[in-house]
């Protein structure tokens, strides 16, 4: 069963705009991931933040995780028309199995 | 990094057929592969863990004897969707963990695009 929720569902902004997208989730967990998925295609992970862990950046991306409201954020910074795709979280508890949050549809307008 | 790879990556077939699709990884081994599908606009469900050497795992839901799954080798999953039906047309999506230097990081493969006419 899907325990993550993402919000927004969908969002649509200007090329140079930050993008934030939320996720939240119910159980405890051992790691926190974001990936990316282009429209038909596979997932592309883009970062991975620790239980333990607070924030993480990655060029442009910036992950929050704030454990006690089970909740963590997906920042892109300065958006490119090519960052337009669908982001998912997905949690880990155990055996390297994810559940996955339901997603948002990022579209970035040149 | 890793490469995980699928084929078929789109599939069309009559209702009451069954279809096999290959998960691989390219360059690593993999002991456990997952298998998903997703709807279109909607998220990854975990279908089932695929254990190399060993019988599959499935989620809560999901019927054992219609999805079957298949770990021949450190390399190579299957999943046969057996008599399969118009609901089961479905994106169906791979993934291994990968290894040390890329601990707790999963490689997806393609999908594989299932339509049951």
């Known amino acids: 069963s899907q325990q993550g929720e993402e919000d927004p569902q969908a969002l649509s902004i200007q090329e140079g705009e930050n993008a934030t997208m939320n996720c939240s989730y119910k159980?405890?967990?051992?790691?926190l991931q974001w990936y990316r998925q282009n429209s038909g295609r596979g997932l592309v992970h883009l970062i991975l933040i620790r239980s333990n862990e607070r924030e993480k950046h990655s060029g442009r991306l910036r992950v929050t995780l704030d454990t006690s409201k089970k909740s963590s954020s997906l920042l892109i910074t300065a958006s490119r028309a090519a960052d337009t795709a669908s982001y998912f979280c997905a949690t880990e508890t155990s055996g390297s199995r994810l559940t996955f949050g339901e997603g948002t549809q990022l579209t970035v307008n040149p | 990094g890793a490469v995980v790879s699928q084929h078929p990556s789109r599939v069309i077939c009559k209702s009451g057929t069954s279809v096999k699709i290959e998960c691989r990884s390219l360059?690593?081994?993999?002991?456990?592969m997952f298998w998903y599908r997703q709807f279109p606009k909607k998220s990854l469900m975990l279908m089932a863990t695929s254990n190399e050497g060993s019988k599959a795992t499935y989620e809560q839901g999901v019927e054992k004897d219609k999805f079957l799954i298949n770990h021949a080798s450190l390399t190579l999953s299957t999943l046969t969707v057996t008599s399969a039906h118009p609901e089961d047309s479905s994106f169906y999506i791979c993934?291994?963990?990968?290894?040390?230097?890329?601990?707790?990081?999963?490689?997806f493969g393609p999908g594989t695009r299932l339509t049951v006419l």
């Open positions: 360059d690593f081994q993999a002991t456990t």
């Open positions: 993934s291994a963990p990968g290894t040390s230097s890329h601990y707790n990081e999963q490689f």
């Open positions: 159980t405890s967990i051992n790691n």
